[in-house]
């Protein structure tokens, strides 16, 4: 596989906190006949949403990153400003802008963050060793309607990230506004799922440890609830549920354990099979493209072929749980005496039109080994 030269995920929990409320997500209705109980319809709704936006946190972890390669061909109008201010530590960057957080052609995602890396991003000899920040996030649709706004608070790892704050999303559709809120004093923990005891997947391809108050306020009435992510666990619980109409009458709801799953139109490993374009992105900072192609290798595995590669340079990827649309693998690249490997998970979108990637990037020999970096992508299906 060649997704980047050779000298050379990132959740930033943040912006994937933006987009649990802002992709779809969980204030709307389906149009599904809801059930007899507004606190039942409510509570419904809301898992729908949520499953959903949980699908898509590998785009929301693309955008970021590709904010973070500010002025690039993918994200040509975020801005990238070195913090000179008195104080400032080093590695302290400004980013500001634009950018297409889902990948529609059009950029209605606008950011103000405020990061500190530990290293320099752009330095790709010593690799990528986390930071940290905050900000805003604001996204409007159709360039008419202001739909979310955030502040968030993050850290940056190269095996675990965090994040905080509170972020309200208005559903234009049903009318409804979705607050989530993640209390800084214990922030919420995100992972890439691998499978193994303590990185269950209980957020599609990701793991997430800690616990989010969801608020949704609509006409027939509030639901209040907490939701408790386990990285153990691939079952989130749900407690504290409440649903008050206007009138003030108050519905307790009984506490549960759901297992999310993935989001999708369809359900089949075979919805994999196809060729893609893939366009990249990683910090320490570098882009690219490149196409793929999948095909399937059994009822739990993809193998894949890249662009100007051959059938003995094939490279596979199976199921990370249950669920057919998160799927895991890794690569070996680079040279003799400078080889990396690469794990990475994909999810595929709800459409089948194509797939995010996470991943982490490791060197395993030579003057680089045990630095790396994190990457992302967006694949688009193609002829």
Not at 235 to 243: C, D, I, M, R, Y
Request: charged residues 15%; glycine residues 12%; aromatic residues 8%.
């Amino acid at each position: 596989m060649s997704p980047r030269r050779v000298p050379a995920s990132l959740l930033l929990g943040a912006l994937a906190l933006v987009t649990l409320a802002y992709l779809h997500g969980c204030g709307g209705g389906d149009g599904d006949r809801p059930p007899e109980s507004p606190a039942t319809s409510a509570m419904t709704q809301l898992t729908r949403g949520l499953t959903r936006s949980l699908t898509k946190l590998g785009m929301v972890e693309t955008g970021t990153v590709l904010v973070m390669n500010a002025g690039s061909d993918l994200s040509p109008n975020a801005t990238a400003t070195p913090d000179t201010s008195a104080g400032a530590p080093p590695n302290t960057f400004i980013y500001g802008g634009t950018y297409d957080g889902n990948n529609d052609g059009s950029d209605e995602t606008t950011v103000g963050l405020h990061v500190t890396f530990y290293e320099d991003p752009s330095d790709l000899f010593n690799g990528f060793s986390g930071g940290q920040g905050g900000g805003t996030v604001d996204i409007d649709i159709l360039s008419l309607m202001h739909v979310y706004h955030g502040d968030l608070a993050f850290s940056l790892g190269m095996s675990e990230h965090t994040v905080s704050g509170s972020g309200t999303f208005a559903d234009p559709v049903s009318r409804t506004t979705t607050t989530m809120t993640v209390s800084p004093s214990a922030p919420l923990k995100v992972r890439l799922a691998d499978g193994t005891a303590d990185r269950r997947p209980n957020a599609c391809a990701h793991s997430l440890d800690g616990a989010m108050q969801l608020r949704v306020v609509g006409s027939e009435g509030t639901l209040a609830s907490d939701w408790h992510f386990a990285r153990e666990s691939t079952s989130v619980a749900v407690t504290g549920a409440s649903f008050t109409k206007p009138s003030g009458e108050s519905t307790p709801i009984p506490d549960t354990s759901l297992e999310l799953g993935c989001a999708g139109n369809r359900n089949s490993i075979n919805d994999w099979a196809g060729h893609f374009r893939i366009r990249w992105a990683c910090l320490p900072r570098e882009t690219g493209e490149f196409t793929t192609t999948i095909t399937v290798k059994n009822p739990t595995t993809v193998s894949m072929v890249d662009e100007d590669d051959t059938a003995i340079d094939s490279y596979d990827a199976s199921l990370i749980g249950t669920s057919p649309r998160a799927i895991r693998g890794y690569f070996i690249d680079g040279p003799v005496g400078a080889r990396y490997r690469e794990d990475f998970n994909w999810t595929l979108n709800i459409d089948g039109n194509g797939f995010s990637q996470s991943s982490r990037y490791v060197y395993i020999e030579g003057s680089q080994q045990g630095l790396g970096g994190i990457c992302v992508a967006r694949a688009t299906r193609i002829p």
